[in-house]
């Protein structure tokens, strides 16, 4: 799993705007109940110099994103981005005609939500009672400045202020990395008040709410516009549409690319790239993933043995590796043994390339050790012997176009909303053709896509609730092992009550470009015990 959401937990939109009579602004007025928020700039509406503006204020579970890290669902910093997405409301409105940018700040203070409906009237004021508005923060604090008290001073534990963030048009979503903001949120570095979300201070209307010349909103150095640029809503988190609420998303790439059933011998035919393999070791104990006692986290290290005469045992001394080809072994002048490394909790990696005996070799050895007994075999400590299948690197005299046939071998009926399944694809060349003998003796080959990704939409519309990741975070890329392809997918990122489809797109180098394939997986999602 590579993808994790966090629903806003609370959101509203404050406003300084006008009421429909023109002589009263809706200030003390709060929209915490509405299931859209809004922000936009007008000006010479009342008079030919009046500005209104409304703000956006959302705030999310950090305390979630910190639990979900202590127990390793989402990785440690630096291993992990986080994007704040909210989401087009179509409305009847004028919104901004062309490019444009909005502001995306943390706040300074601590807000209630309310209970306000009226993003018409701003006739739910709260005088009072429970909720933020553009004068108060809360019903008993007011806000140092009208709008909204907002981060503003940088430091070296805070180096910005705020994210500016383009916007082609006003209709479009809104998507940005604010990966350092939550990282400070969730360090405890900046208390978690929330953000708040505006136009930016370029189309933002001047604002003077003291009518004594100075602006007093959170950024004195903008002069702000004198035109208007309307109005623009987003889903707020009561919303209907599951997949419009505002959400932080955090990606990854959990991806574990292991070679064992994709081994290849080394070939002038293959870049240095190409000619490295990589192999894991899974060290299961009473069914659960344990560190090796005594390799801990530390490093784990990697012989390669030729086979006894029947090829069921290693046999002989450690096999000497090339020295010319990327590996890590103890020593320079140790070519036996590679070191390999911990990953995570009972899994361990190793990356090596080895060249072709004569006669070829038909199965390799792979055991990992302590590292103390070199090229020798059964001295030091073994933790674990594996076994490998090479293949040779060959060309061809004519264009290759791959066809594949494909399932997922576990794929079931229906899950559970709150489940973490783990799905296994199956994948072969199309024009498989065996004959009587090979359909009775052979096992049909299952290929391994180097480069596969998914993505996931929802049957009755076609909507995509999870899309193909496949830019530089590569969180939707499938993982793969001797047994093929395979990816774990958080069933709460989809809305009970549907049936979705999982797509799949394979990286066709030839093309430089990703590939989707033409086959559909369709699963249902329930809210309850099935």
Same mark, same amino acid.
């Given at each position: 799993m590579a993808l994790k959401r966090y629903t806003a937990s609370a959101d509203t939109t404050i406003v300084n705007a006008y009421q429909p009579n023109l002589r009263t602004r809706g200030t003390g007025a709060n929209m915490g109940a509405a299931d859209v928020l809004e922000t936009f700039s007008i000006y010479g509406r009342q008079s030919t110099s009046s500005a209104e503006?409304?703000? +956006?204020?959302i705030k999310f579970p950090i305390d979630a994103i910190t639990t979900d890290r202590t127990n390793t669902v989402i990785p440690g910093s630096g291993s992990v981005s986080f994007y704040l997405r909210l989401f087009n409301a179509a409305n009847s409105k004028t919104a901004p005609s062309g490019a444009f940018s909005y502001t995306v700040q943390p706040l300074s203070r601590d807000w209630q939500e309310g209970y306000g409906l009226d993003l018409e009237g701003y006739k739910d004021v709260t005088k009072g009672n429970i909720?933020?508005?553009?004068? @108060?923060? #809360?019903?008993s604090t007011a806000w140092s400045k009208t709008g909204g008290d907002y981060v503003s001073t940088a430091n070296a534990a805070y180096p910005f202020r705020w994210y500016n963030v383009s916007a @082609?048009? &006003?209709? #479009? /979503?809104?998507?940005?990395?604010?990966t350092q903001l939550v990282e400070l949120w969730s360090a405890g570095t900046l208390n978690n008040y929330g953000i708040g979300v505006h136009l930016s201070g370029a189309y933002e209307a001047y604002y003077d709410s003291t009518e004594d010349g100075t602006y007093d909103g959170y950024n004195n150095d903008l002069t702000g516009a004198t035109v208007s640029y309307y109005t623009?809503?987003?889903?707020?988190?009561? #919303?209907q549409f599951f997949f419009k609420r505002p959400y932080i998303e955090a990606r990854w790439n959990s991806t574990r690319k292991d070679d064992r059933g994709d081994f290849y011998y080394s070939s002038s035919l293959a870049g240095v790239n190409e000619n490295l393999n990589t192999i894991y070791l899974y060290n299961y104990v009473r069914g659960q993933l344990s560190d090796i006692? &005594? @390799?801990s986290t530390g490093a784990i290290y990697v012989s390669l043995y030729s086979g006894s005469a029947d090829n069921t045992q290693p046999s002989g001394s450690a096999l000497a590796l090339p020295t010319t080809l990327p590996r890590t072994t103890v020593s320079s002048i140790n070519p036996y043994v590679v070191t390999g490394g911990w990953i995570s909790t009972g899994v361990y990696t190793a990356s090596l390339a080895t060249t072709s005996a004569m006669p070829p070799l038909t199965v390799l050895f /792979? +055991?990992?050790? /302590?590292? #103390?007994g070199k090229n020798k075999p059964h001295a030091g400590v073994e933790y674990v012997t594996g076994s490998i299948v090479p293949l040779h690197f060959s060309s061809s005299q004519t264009v290759i176009k791959p066809h594949y046939y494909m399932t997922i071998t576990n794929l079931q009926e229906n899950y559970n909303s709150t489940e973490t399944a783990r799905f296994n694809l199956y994948v072969r060349n199309k024009n498989w053709s065996p004959t009587i003998y090979t359909k009775a003796n052979e096992t049909i080959e299952n290929l391994s896509i180097l480069s596969a990704s998914y993505r996931v939409y929802r049957i009755i519309d076609g909507y995509s609730a999870v899309g193909y990741g496949t830019g530089s975070q590569k969180h939707t890329e499938m993982s793969y092992d001797i047994s093929g392809n395979y990816f774990d997918f958080d069933?709460?990122?989809l809305e009970p009550g549907f049936t979705y489809a999982f797509k799949f797109a394979f990286y066709e180098n030839g093309l430089s470009s990703w590939m989707e394939q033409p086959d559909s997986f369709k699963f249902r999602v329930e809210d309850h015990e099935y």
């Open positions: 503006l409304s703000r +956006v204020l909720g933020a508005n553009w004068m @108060s923060a #809360s019903n @082609s048009n &006003g209709i #479009s /979503d809104l998507e940005v990395d604010i623009k809503r987003f889903f707020a988190r009561g #919303s006692p &005594g @390799s /792979d +055991v990992w050790h /302590d590292g #103390s069933m709460n990122l």
